[in-house]
T-cell receptor, first 113, second 115 residues
Framework: DQQVKQNSPSLSVQEGRISILNCDYT??????FLWYKKYPAEGPTFLIS?????DKNEDGRFTVFLNKSAKHLSLHIVPSQPGDSAVYFC????????????FGTGTRLKVLA | GAGVSQSPSNKVTEKGKDVELRCDPI?????LYWYRQRLGQGLEFLIY????????KSGLPSDRFSAERTGESVSTLTIQRTQQEDSAVYLC?????????????FGPGTRLTVT
């Protein structure tokens, strides 16, 4: 039972263009969401988060959008850079209940120079 | 400052043998997590330690898996009588806060291969 889904295993984008990574969840109790980036042979690194009281959070080139009614969030990277090539994981948690994050399976982003 | 470190980085073992994986969290972080990532899968929660509280072991897949943590320092994850389905990358993370742990800092992982 995959509560957090990243349906696109991979994505290729031209340098300078927008990258959009999608994540869907099924548990309506989730109210805090994270995005992590992972390079090969390294652990995931925290990228950006969003609480369910917001529908958008922006940090530099990275913006996360949350659509609670659709149980969908997306990460936008603008402009995309070759160094952004990595695997991106979304994760969800019910802040008021559990400290356990449920992670998606990841999307491998390749930014082409 | 030093990040989360894990050892060994790679471990190849024969089916049926026991293995021990080590995690050194960031100094001062009270919370420590173990995750497993199988090929093509997301990160699977295994166990959570918070200070001196009883650990949450609800994610451990079987009684062959156990973990210990001494105070707020090193943790070891032990897998007894390893099986081929235990092959995965085992990731450790630590965080400074209790609940919610907004930002977990991950180690590089230990890649376990059971032959």
């Amino acid at each position: 039972d995959q509560q957090v889904k990243q349906n696109s295993p991979s994505l290729s984008v031209q340098e300078g263009r927008i990258s959009i990574l999608n994540c869907d969840y099924t548990n309506s109790m989730f109210d805090y969401f994270l995005w992590y980036k992972k390079y090969p042979a390294e652990g995931p690194t925290f990228l950006i988060s969003i609480s369910s009281i917001k529908d958008k959070n922006e940090d530099g080139r990275f913006t996360v959008f949350l659509n609670k009614s659709a149980k969908h969030l997306s990460l936008h990277i603008v402009p995309s850079q070759p160094g952004d090539s990595a695997v991106y994981f979304c994760a969800a948690s019910a802040v008021g209940g559990t400290y356990k994050y449920i992670f998606g399976t990841g999307t491998r982003l390749k930014v082409l120079a | 400052g030093a990040g989360v470190s894990q050892s060994p980085s790679n471990k190849v073992t024969e089916k049926g043998k026991d293995v021990e994986l080590r995690c050194d969290p960031i100094s001062g972080h009270t919370a420590l997590y173990w995750y497993r990532q199988r090929l093509g899968q997301g990160l699977e929660f295994l166990i959570y330690f918070q200070g001196n509280s009883a650990p949450d072991k609800s994610g451990l897949p079987s009684d062959r898996f156990s973990a210990e943590r001494t105070g707020e320092s090193v943790s070891t994850l032990t897998i007894q009588r390893t099986q081929q389905e235990d092959s995965a990358v085992y990731l450790c993370a630590s965080s400074a806060d209790r609940v919610p742990s907004y930002e977990q800092y991950f180690g590089p992982g230990t890649r376990l291969t059971v032959t």
